[in-house]
């Protein structure tokens, strides 16, 4: 940026000088009254040469000024090209952030999956060590046998489709 506000004030003063040879110019063709006849040649040979000058001048400040002004819009275009490369760097790590969130986030879910299905296996087991033991106590009841097989395979199949 203080090259750009460097490039602009020198590019301003180029346009102020070559405005001040303008008004030389200007100046020195309405200045020119009407000299005597034997010096008007001396006159006349004078003024174009310092028209000469000055018109080289104005066109070595506007080559200039034209040269700072493409080396303004190259810099610009640089620091575009920059900036869109940084950006295209931090959106290419943003997404592989991403990803790798997604990935541990169904590790997690993967792993929360297995410790489900492990408590609820040991639940079943406890209801059939607690189930066992009331039938113990209370001398069995027909047909409660097969009822119990069929909850641990029911629960069996549960597990596996979670």
Do not use: W
């Amino acid at each position: 940026m203080y090259q750009k506000e460097q490039v602009g004030g020198t590019v301003v003063q180029y346009h102020q000088l070559m405005y001040q040879k303008e008004q030389e110019l200007k100046h020195c063709s309405a200045g020119a009254g009407e000299p005597p006849s034997d010096s008007l040649v001396e006159v006349q040979c004078q003024l174009a040469d310092r028209y000469g000058e000055l018109i080289l001048e104005i066109t070595a400040l506007r080559a200039k000024v034209a040269e700072m002004r493409e080396m303004t819009f190259t810099q610009e275009r640089d620091i575009r090209e920059q900036v869109k490369c940084e950006y295209d760097e931090l959106v290419e790590d943003l997404f592989a952030s991403q990803f790798e969130l997604m990935k541990k986030f169904d590790d997690f879910r993967l792993n929360l999956h297995d410790i489900v299905c492990e408590k609820v296996a040991e639940t079943r087991v406890e209801a059939d060590d607690a189930i066992s033991k009331l039938k113990q106590r209370e001398g069995g009841v027909p047909g409660t046998v097969s009822h119990c097989d069929s909850l641990k395979q029911g629960g069996a199949r549960y597990c596996i489709s979670l």
